[in-house]
């Protein structure tokens, strides 16, 4: 009976600890990125961190973003934030824009937004876009141009285009 009592209590004790160490709302990156390496080495897997991180209202580009750092691909990543938020748009297209920052190609978020149940027609459309046509993500500039290379996800101006990225001003020699 002692043998069981004391079991009891340790399992309860593990089940308080590991309740400790759990997401909160208002993390900071480095604590995110520490509880996604936390649940990763305790075997959770990309949906389970996905849907724990989205019931304490974590950042989606935080949590996307920790996640591709502590190892988990990007297309796992931005699948798993996705779905856990029932593929609602705003989340889909702050999951792309953290994998695309994080060096996923646009076409591979896009599509991992897709399978996580993002509408193909609004991400696509949304994500090319950008933000506003601010420029955000990975623009390059060519080997025989000069310029500032931050076209990211569209155009980096008042009018948005659907260019998924590319380089940005400059002049050729």
Do not use: C, H, W, Y
Request: charged share 10%.
């Amino acid at each position: 009976m002692k043998k069981f009592k004391l079991g009891l209590i340790a399992g309860v004790m593990a089940v308080s600890f590991s309740a400790m160490a759990a997401f909160t709302s208002g993390m900071t990156a480095t604590q995110i990125a520490s509880e996604v390496a936390s649940l990763r080495a305790a075997g959770q897997t990309p949906a389970q961190i996905a849907n724990a991180a989205k019931a304490a209202n974590v950042s989606t580009t935080l949590t996307t973003s920790a996640m591709i750092e502590q190892g988990i691909s990007a297309s796992d990543a931005v699948t798993a934030v996705v779905a856990a938020a029932n593929g609602n748009e705003a989340v889909a297209e702050a999951a792309v824009r953290a994998a695309v920052n994080s060096g996923a190609t646009l076409a591979t978020a896009q599509g991992a937004a897709i399978a996580g149940g993002a509408d193909p027609t609004q991400i696509t459309a949304a994500t090319a876009a950008g933000n506003n046509g601010q420029g955000q993500g990975q623009g390059n500039v060519g080997n025989n141009s000069s310029g500032n290379g931050n076209s990211g996800f569209g155009t980096s101006g008042g009018a948005s285009t659907i260019s998924g990225g590319g380089g940005g001003g400059g002049s050729r020699s």
